[in-house]
């Protein structure tokens, strides 16, 4: 970490220290919640879990080397350190509050929506850094003690930071974008994620536009202006966001759109000022040019030119797992298995009917969907055989469902359901042929890397 004593956690969460006082003029090197993470003079959180209580973890902590740690309890008689507070994830989120307000020219980009985060997060990254020395997320480290983690990996020179954001309850987004300050907040979409938390589209609308009360004054508010809910979001403290979409009619639009396959598209980019100019995304999709568009929403609010704008979106690569393209030069299999709900499972679906040959899509069950989930997964079978994608396959209990919502009838598709993916992998060689376009998608839990991994290694 960079310049940020023990005295300034101290004074960040407001709790009682327990120790030599000497020891609070110490720099930390970092903030910890993993017990298996200790370095010299960091100092731990322990979070309490549903099955693990970290702090049963702070003696072997202290024994290990790290400086100080929080507790909720009073420790009694030790030998080591600490500081006891009321809430050690409100402590977590109030240090990242105090470390992110250390930098005080930095610049925050807060990212929310019920799809795309990750992929946004990158996109928005990749422009901003042809321009600034530029901060991200970790991976997906985008909770309540994720969000914390990252903004402690800010260091000296870091100009911009892009910090994605997730909820699955009420009042999350609240103490998030508490701790993050965002000079610009981004929300993607509004989807179905998350329905068994939220109930309505309407509740998560409600929660992810929390992210506005954090947003520092005098910032922007840029929207997926192609949502049907986030274009008739109004102006928040003064300011009225800026919507991007394939709309022509909205501030930042994307025209004479023009796929190139499962390579990507081309398009005529419009900015509020300026000329029109030619973009090119490497990953195939619509919500790839959303994305994109996302992306130059915020270049462009950041002062990045034309010229650097189209840069970045060209240089744009995929994290694995996130629609990521892997041609083994006998098949060409689209790496979407990170995560899946219904919204980002038609998405995928969209990219994966690109193809040129034959359209596989090996689906598996998408979680957190509430009562409706069943006919959720249902609707999803019969959108892609309605968009032409030929083999369809479902893996788990609720993507049974996926398979009877498939009509049958039509001639191009070929539905088949395994109960687990150790079953499907059984016949996987007598399923996939040369020259297939394949798609792999599924929640995070049911573990759909072991089939990409099992693919590339056949073809």
Partial sequence: MYQFKLQDALNACGGKFVGDQALLETNLSTIIIDSRKVEKDCLFVPI?????????????????????????????????????????DLALLAMAKAYR?????????????????????????????????????LGNLNSTWGLPLSIFTLKKGDQVSVLEMGVNHHGEMLEMTKSASP??????????????????????????????????????????????????????????????????????????????????????????????????????????????????SVGDALGLSAKEIAAGIAAYEPLPGRNHIIDTKQIIIVDDCYNANPVSTKAALQVLSLGIGRKVAILGDMGELGADECSLHEDVGKFAADIGINVIIGI????????????????????????????????????????????????????????VDKLKELF
């Fill in 48 to 88: 309490k879990g549903e099955r693990v209580d970290g702090h049963d973890f702070i003696p072997e902590v202290m024994e290990k080397g790290a400086l100080c740690a929080l507790s909720t309890h009073d420790l009694g008689t030790v030998s080591y350190p600490y500081i006891q507070v009321a809430s050690t």
């Fill in 101 to 137: 307000d250390s930098f005080p020219d930095l610049k925050v980009v807060g990212i929310t929506g019920s799809v795309g985060k990750t992929s946004s997060k990158e996109m928005i990254a990749c422009v901003l850094a042809q321009k600034y020395q530029v901060h991200k997320t």
């Fill in 183 to 296: 000079d610009i907040a981004v929300i993607t979409n509004i989807g179905v994620a998350h329905l068994e938390f939220f109930k309505t589209q309407a509740g998560i609308l409600k929660e992810k536009a929390t992210m506005l009360e954090g947003l520092k004054e005098g910032g922007s508010i840029i929207l997926n202006g192609d949502d049907p809910l986030l274009k008739k979001v109004l102006p928040y403290k003064g300011i009225a966001p800026k919507l991007f979409g394939l709309d022509k009619t909205l501030d930042i639009s994307a025209t004479e759109v023009e796929s190139l396959g499962l390579r990507g598209s081309r398009f005529l980019l419009t900015l509020p000022e300026g000329e029109p100019f030619t973009c090119t995304v490497p990953v195939p999709g619509k919500h790839m040019i959303l994305n994109a568009l996302a992306a130059a």
């Fill in 396 to 451: 788990g209990t609720l993507c049974r469902f996926l398979v009877d919502g498939v009509d049958k009838e039509q001639d191009h598709v070929k539905a088949m359901w395994f109960e687990t993916k150790e079953d499907f992998l059984k016949e996987i060689h007598q399923i996939i042929e040369v020259g297939d376009n394949v798609l792999v998608k599924a929640s995070n839990g049911m573990n759909f890397p072991v089939i």
